[in-house]
């Protein structure tokens, strides 16, 4: 089952996390576009202000997840350092319960917010609002999925190279 675990994990960190860096790029360009169509064109684009701040909702999602599997994001790095033995499996096991507790939240309050918003639509786009939040509860569930298995295979090199 670990096993298991890791090649998933290793296959969905990778994804999200090269979609979180096409997702920067293809903001990057958007808010480019943004600049050139109001200051060379004199016509301000109506979609691309919209679209950078959706994509960015999931740029940040799908990039957590990267940060979740490294163990770089809500530890508690100081108790990691000074713990040893099996206070610092305690510790572990703490930091990877209250994760996986907030991502349960994320992800539960995540699709209550789909259901909710999924008649409405962007303002500039004929898009459902559920594409934008959609990005709570797919980045929570592919958290989740990274808190367990950087609790089996634990990758935390920012405590060994830290200062």
């Known amino acids: 089952m670990r096993k298991l675990i890791l090649q998933i994990d290793r296959y969905t ?21 943004q600049v050139v169509s109001r200051f060379v064109f004199e016509q301000p684009s109506t979609w691309t202000e919209e679209s950078m701040r959706r994509l960015l909702i999931w740029m940040v999602m799908l990039g957590t997840v990267a940060a979740l599997r490294q163990g770089a ?24 319960l209250f994760n996986l507790s907030f991502l349960s939240v994320v992800l539960y309050f995540g699709v209550q917010l789909i259901t909710r918003v999924r008649f409405q639509t962007f303002s500039s786009m004929d898009l459902s609002m559920s594409w934008a939040y959609g990005a709570l509860p797919a980045g929570a569930l592919l958290g989740l999925l990274a808190v367990v298995a950087n609790h089996l295979d634990p990758r935390a090199e920012e405590l060994e190279t830290a200062q």
């Open 13 to 33: 960190t990778g994804l999200s996390l090269h979609a979180a860096c096409a997702l920067l790029a293809i903001i990057s360009v958007l808010g480019m576009w």
């Open 73 to 96: 994001l809500v530890s508690v790095d100081l108790m990691l350092r000074l713990s040893r033995g099996r206070w610092r499996q305690t510790v572990r096991w703490v930091i990877t």
